[in-house]
Structure formats: structure tokens, C-alpha cells
């Protein structure tokens, strides 16, 4: 009966190292295909990180050459309204002269007239004589 009674343990024995066996063999395969999915994730990871570092490179560059031409600009705007203000006040000089030249035009006109008024009547005050 001993002897049967230990058969039957080696067999039960047997039985559970082959259950056992088999539920290694199914955590290698599953190990083995989370291993797969997880280098395919690193380097997916990796590939967008990349890319993220690429588009970050290229938005900084953007970013600074905005800024250049902003300053470009800025300083461009500045120059113009610089240069519109040095106009502005040389028409305004400009214009007074003018203004100064007519009103000088017409005092010298009214002494032109004074003048040919003054020489006519002398004019006629010598005929008359």
C-alpha cells in the first residue's frame, strides 16, 4: 500500500511539475511579448521625443527671428516717424518763410503802387507847370 500510495504522489508529483511546466512556458511567452511591446514603446518614445526636440528647435528659431524682425521693424517705424517729424517741422519752416515772402511781396507792391502813384503826380505836376 506504501507503494502505491507513493506512485500515486510521484504521479500527482508529475501532474503538477507539468501544470507547472506549462504556466512557465506561458509567463516566458507573455514576458517575452510585454518585452516586445515595451522596446516598440522606448523607441516609439524615443522617436517622438525626437521629434518634440525637433519642433521645439524650430519654434525657438522662429520665435528668435520673429523677435529680429520685430526689432526690425520697431526700429524701421522709428526712423519714418523720426524722419516725418524732421519734414513736418522743415514744411512748417518752409511755410513761414513763404508766409513771410508774400506778406514782404505785398508791402514791396504797396510801395511799388506809393511810389508810381508819387512819381505820376510828380509826373503830371511837371507837365502842369
Known amino acids: 500500500m506504501e507503494l502505491s500510495s507513493k506512485a500515486e504522489e510521484?504521479?500527482?508529483?508529475?501532474?503538477?511539475?507539468?501544470?507547472l511546466t506549462?504556466?512557465?512556458?506561458?509567463?516566458?511567452?507573455?514576458?517575452?511579448?510585454?518585452?516586445?511591446?515595451?522596446?516598440?514603446?522606448?523607441?516609439?518614445?524615443?522617436r517622438n521625443e525626437k521629434l518634440v526636440n525637433d519642433k521645439m528647435e524650430e519654434i525657438s528659431s522662429m520665435q528668435k527671428a520673429a523677435s529680429l524682425e520685430k526689432e526690425k521693424l520697431e526700429a524701421e517705424i522709428k526712423s519714418i516717424k523720426e524722419d516725418s517729424i524732421a519734414k513736418e517741422e522743415k514744411i512748417n519752416k518752409l511755410l513761414d518763410v513763404l508766409v513771410k515772402r508774400g506778406d514782404h511781396i505785398r508791402e514791396l507792391k504797396a510801395q511799388d503802387a506809393e511810389l508810381n502813384k508819387k512819381l505820376k503826380e510828380r509826373m503830371t505836376n511837371m507837365l502842369t507847370w
Open 10 to 19: 510521484v504521479t500527482i508529483l508529475q501532474v503538477s511539475n507539468q501544470k
Open 22 to 46: 506549462k504556466l512557465n512556458n506561458e509567463m516566458k511567452n507573455q514576458y517575452n511579448e510585454l518585452n516586445k511591446i515595451y522596446n516598440k514603446s522606448v523607441i516609439e518614445l524615443k
